[in-house]
């Protein structure tokens, strides 16, 4: 019978070796515990928009994804940013009228959305729904609709901007009706 040798001890790091591979294994937890990706950084960004803003009340039953858009888009108006309400746009209208819309939102309700707001969903939250903003400040309202976007909702929850310039007020649904 062949006998197979086992291994002795093996011998200890030298202090140079020991020195080198402590940051390599301190970066490499670091790395482990850090955010990953882009949807780190838009929960991040999203965290700070939602501590420099009055909150939102809420009325309804919205799903955590139409919960955030919406609380994004009246940020976005509040803070009279055209292109960062933009991004928060279907993909079913052209830019240029998304652009205007945008526009017309943050001039027609810029003030108010810095203020109280209350937003209203009146349908189950489960691939779109309509909400009603109430701005108590004035009594005036506006009408969103909110859908998830994109094959299959890939792009997630997102707002119709396609509203045609001059066009009247979207009447009341009737959950938002009181």
């Not at 501590?51 to 009246?74: C, F, I, K, N, T």
């Amino acid at each position: 019978m062949r006998r197979i040798p086992t291994p002795g001890p093996t011998p200890p790091l030298s202090r140079v070796a020991r020195a080198a591979a402590l940051p390599v294994l301190c970066c490499g937890a670091l790395a482990a515990c850090a955010p990953l990706g882009a949807a780190a950084g838009a929960d991040v960004r999203y965290a700070e928009d939602f501590d420099r803003h009055a909150p939102l009340r809420v009325e309804g039953y919205p799903s955590a994804g139409s919960l955030r858009l919406v609380q994004q888009v009246v940020w976005r108006i509040a803070d009279g940013s055209p292109d960062r309400l933009e991004d928060l746009a279907t993909g079913d209208a052209p830019p240029r009228q998304r652009a205007d819309t945008a526009r017309r939102w943050i001039a027609e309700f810029g003030g108010e959305a810095a203020g109280k707001a209350t937003a209203v969903f009146c349908d189950p939250g489960d691939a779109r729904q309509t909400v009603v903003l109430r701005f108590p400040a004035t009594g005036r309202t506006k009408v969103l609709h909110v859908r998830l976007d994109g094959a299959g909702g890939e792009d997630g929850w997102r707002v119709r901007m396609n509203e045609p310039a001059g066009a009247p007020p979207e009447p009341l649904p009737p959950c938002a009706e009181l």
